[in-house]
């Protein structure tokens, strides 16, 4: 079982930039495809963006302003947000997937999850 440990997040203003990370804690994420969720108030959980071995994607929303990237030295996954809006304030969530080889936007086809960081954009 891979314990997943999200952080980085906090409350900023609208236009900042910060960073989340999501750590496994002693395991190695090399070796899965790395998701990232987000959960608004009120709202269900959506798709973020996802890192494999292969490829990165990203929800439409966030393309251009999002950067999904690993840090196999820290073994760690980073996503970095930019130019952050209100509307992406939520709690965000990592989660692994044991098929490294592909990414997916389906929350279901996650192994792992973290329990979540929270992100706060003001205006």
């Known amino acids: 079982q891979v314990n997943l440990v999200e952080s980085g997040g906090r409350v900023v203003q609208a236009g900042d930039s910060l960073t989340l990370t999501c750590d496994a804690n002693?395991?190695?994420?090399?070796?899965?495809?790395i998701g990232w969720f987000r959960q608004a108030p009120g709202k269900d959980r959506e798709f973020v963006a996802a890192i494999s071995w292969i490829t990165t994607v990203y929800e439409d929303s966030v393309k251009g302003r999002f950067t999904l990237s690993r840090d196999n030295d820290k073994n760690a996954v980073h996503l970095q947000m930019n130019n952050v809006i209100p509307e992406d304030t939520a709690i965000y969530y990592c989660?692994?997937?044991?098929?490294?080889?592909?990414?997916?936007?389906?929350?279901?086809?996650?192994?792992?999850w973290g329990r979540g960081t929270q992100v706060t954009v003001s205006t």
């Open positions: 989660a692994v997937r044991w098929d490294g080889a592909a990414c997916s936007m389906s929350a279901s086809d996650y192994n792992a």
């Open positions: 002693g395991d190695t994420l090399r070796r899965y495809s």
